[in-house]
């Protein structure tokens, strides 16, 4: 069954690094998404991403964070600067069509910034 | 703003237990609503959806009723499996879009 798969499982940084998660969405998704949960939060949109640019993103997503989706398969979302609060659970998730609600997500990357 | 509040975990039961799992929201519009479960190691995936009052979503033995004078989605299971041990996330669509509002998240265990 095809899946979204995320890489790295788990990432440790220095605070002010420069980080990248990966994702690779179902290939024949058109639809890409981040979102997050902080430890013992509410999962957060982060920003949605269609035909090579963003539709949609939450007042999370400033400009220390991008997506891009640099080839034909992968969909990264880069934190230019990270910060402590920045430490979270990200997941990566990729539709076919909209309007349906279902959301196909990776298994996330823990991010922990120190 | 849309918000989803889920009762709060870890929820523990015996194998055949009946299960509820509360959820409430609030919303500006005419929501969508799911449950998503994450079983371990695992991504999150939908495991039902209802997108007007009254509806009831099922899947996998759970339901869930949209209720809309109560503003709610409890999802239900009338005898767990240990297979169904996992966390299991309300969420809501305010305009029919994939940004879901969740709520925290419930983990569910089953012990047999």
């Known amino acids: 069954e095809p899946e979204v798969t995320q890489t790295p499982s788990h990432q440790v940084t220095q605070m002010g690094q420069e980080v990248i998660l990966r994702c690779v969405p179902i290939?024949?998704?058109?639809?890409f998404y981040w979102y997050r949960q902080i430890l013992g939060q509410k999962v957060e949109f982060l920003v949605s991403?269609?035909?090579?640019?963003?539709?949609?993103k939450s007042e999370i997503f400033d400009d220390q964070f991008s997506v891009e989706r640099p080839d034909g398969s992968n969909f990264t979302l880069k934190i230019r600067s990270t910060k402590l609060e920045d430490s979270a659970m990200y997941f990566c998730a990729s539709s076919e069509a909209t309007g349906s609600g279902e959301l196909f997500f990776g298994e996330g990357s823990r991010l922990t910034v120190l | 703003g849309d918000s989803v509040t889920q009762m709060e975990g870890p929820v523990t039961l015996s194998e055949e237990a009946f299960l509820t799992i509360n959820c409430t929201y609030t919303?500006?519009?005419?929501?969508?609503l799911f449950w998503y479960v994450q079983y371990p190691g695992e991504g999150l995936q939908l495991l039902l959806k209802?997108?007007?009052?009254?509806d009831k979503g099922s899947n996998k033995g759970f339901e869930a009723t949209y209720r809309k004078e109560t503003t709610s989605f409890h999802l239900e299971k009338g005898s767990v499996q240990v297979s169904d041990s996992a966390v299991y996330f309300c969420a809501l669509s305010d305009f029919g879009n994939e940004k879901l509002t969740f709520g925290t998240g419930t983990r569910l265990t089953i012990i047999p």
């Open positions: 290939s024949n998704h058109l639809y």
């Open positions: 209802a997108t007007k009052a009254d």
């Open positions: 919303a500006t519009g005419y929501p969508s």
């Open positions: 991403f269609y035909n090579n640019e963003i539709s949609e």
